[in-house]
């Protein structure tokens, strides 16, 4: 545990010397050194939240992600709205009233333990630092303490101006599902219903076919799905 | 003053010096709150105080007198005096006698305008945490030689304690300005890709023939990006930004 406890520090501490952000804190290594399988960064926004680190290779965290985003519950949201961590050692054990439409979701998912830490400031909760893991079981004490310790240190980088200026510009931290937020904008027009609506609608559209929601955005975008009449 | 009252008086003047970051904080009401204190706790007569800006310029006079604020002020027009000393050599000044030959050569505008106001000594102790100087505390005395060693020292004990606070109500006010400026970034990020995603399906273009178009209206209008997408996302957008692409002219 030792060993993987100093390559955390020596990640963090090269991250917040390099002045570029989260950009320059790899999420592979992160989640190796924690002993887990992926770790994924979102941000609260106002109309959800926002995946805006994570390892592209990371399908499994990235589809986690999405699938909250789709359905609106989940133990990143949860952390999110509640400001205190989410601790799931194993996803087949929980009662399925608790996310009664994710849980079934994520049966045949490679995803079996999850672990959301919220990230704040003081009172502000600014975002969700979520871990998962293929195999069931606790977060051991050690890695416990790591895995807060890289939500305090990735909460300072964010607060940094240059964690400000990565999301503000297009490189080192592409907004995940930007092409779901023109999506949205797309089918406020063509149905002329607002942007709320809209995303609502997205979403259902992904959850009743289901189907992942970029693979919706993405058909919507490139007209390849009228939607017009599958809406109303 | 009697001494428990004195002690109990001290504990005060620590405790609000200390608590900046509960309800609302203002710089200039705070210091005066620490030349009341320092007015009431110590044996001078009168206290100001200048601050320094980020640029190292001398700012934000205040004085428990209005008389010691015109002698801040005289600090800063002259660019002579003993706060104006503290602050450049981050240390205390003084006590001085204002009709001694030391100061009147070190400050002749500020010394001979300290006395005309009837004061006959002056201290000046630094808001100073390690290497960081944010200002200083002027300590007036009417007669001469009558600043006593206890009073400097105490006046740097509350001085110290006031910068602490002043430090600690910064940082937190750092904090929430990048928290505010972290959640406007994102919005803007997420703004500018659904009015991208709107001339997407309204003009039928791609939307990186949409994100050219709405860059060029904001440049041609000199407008923000980010105010532009959320005006189009409104309906408030000026009506060229969505004229249908001209169809290429046919050869003839």
């Known amino acids: ?232 | 003053m009697a001494q428990p009252e004195r002690d109990e008086r001290l504990a005060r003047a620590f405790l609000d010096l200390a608590d900046t970051l509960t309800g609302g904080f203002y710089l200039i009401d705070f210091l005066h709150v620490l030349t009341d204190h320092v007015v009431n706790l110590l044996n001078v007569a009168a206290a100001g105080v200048v601050m320094i800006d980020a640029h190292g310029r001398l700012v934000d006079v205040t004085a428990s007198t209005g008389s010691v604020h015109q002698l801040e002020q005289v600090q800063l027009d002259f660019d002579e005096g003993p706060c104006r000393d503290c602050c450049y050599q981050h240390e205390s000044i003084g006590p001085m006698d204002l009709s001694g030959p030391a100061a009147r050569e070190r400050w002749p505008r500020f010394s001979q305008a300290a006395r005309d106001a009837g004061f006959g000594t002056v201290a000046a102790v630094p808001l100073r945490l390690r290497e960081e100087s944010i200002g200083s505390l002027n300590l007036f005395h009417i007669h001469p030689d009558a600043l006593d060693p206890a009073s400097v020292r105490l006046g740097q004990a509350l001085a110290d304690a006031a910068t602490i606070g002043i430090l600690h109500q910064r940082l937190a006010n750092d904090q929430a300005e990048r928290v505010g400026q972290l959640q406007t970034a994102l919005n803007s990020r997420i703004v500018i890709e659904q009015a991208k995603g709107y001339l997407v399906a309204r003009l039928s273009i791609s939307p990186e023939d949409a994100f050219a178009r709405i860059r060029a209206h904001a440049r041609a209008h000199q407008r923000s990006l980010t105010l532009l997408c959320e005006q189009v996302m409104q309906g408030s957008a000026g009506t060229e930004l969505f004229a249908i692409p001209a169809a290429p002219r046919p050869d003839v």
């Open chain 1, 1 to 232: 545990m030792s060993t993987t406890a100093s390559d955390l520090a020596a990640l963090l501490a090269a991250a917040s010397q390099s002045a570029q952000g989260l950009g320059a804190l790899p999420p592979a290594r992160c989640a190796a050194a924690l002993a887990l399988d992926g770790l994924t960064i979102s941000l609260i926004n106002h109309s959800g939240l926002e995946l805006v680190w994570s390892d592209p290779a990371d399908t499994p965290g990235i589809a986690l992600d999405d699938l909250q985003y789709t359905l609106g519950e989940g133990p990143t949201l949860d952390a999110a709205h509640t400001g205190r961590p989410t601790i799931v050692p194993d996803l087949h054990a929980m009662p399925e009233t608790r996310w009664p439409a994710l849980l079934p979701a994520l049966h045949d998912h490679p995803v079996r333990a999850v672990f959301a830490l919220p990230l704040h400031l003081g009172v502000i909760r600014l975002g969700v630092l979520t871990g998962r893991r293929g195999t069931p079981g606790p977060l051991h004490r050690a890695q416990m303490t790591d895995a807060l310790a890289l939500a305090e240190a990735a909460t300072v980088i964010l607060l940094t101006p240059d964690g400000v200026h990565d999301i503000g510009s297009n490189d080192p931290l592409p907004l995940h599902r930007a092409l779901i937020h023109q999506a949205t904008g797309a089918l406020s027009y063509r149905l002329g219903v607002s942007l709320t609506d809209a995303l609502a609608r997205l979403r259902a559209y992904a959850y009743t076919n289901d189907r992942p929601i970029l693979d919706v955005a993405h058909d919507v975008i490139h007209h390849r799905l009228h939607l017009g009449s599958v809406f109303k």
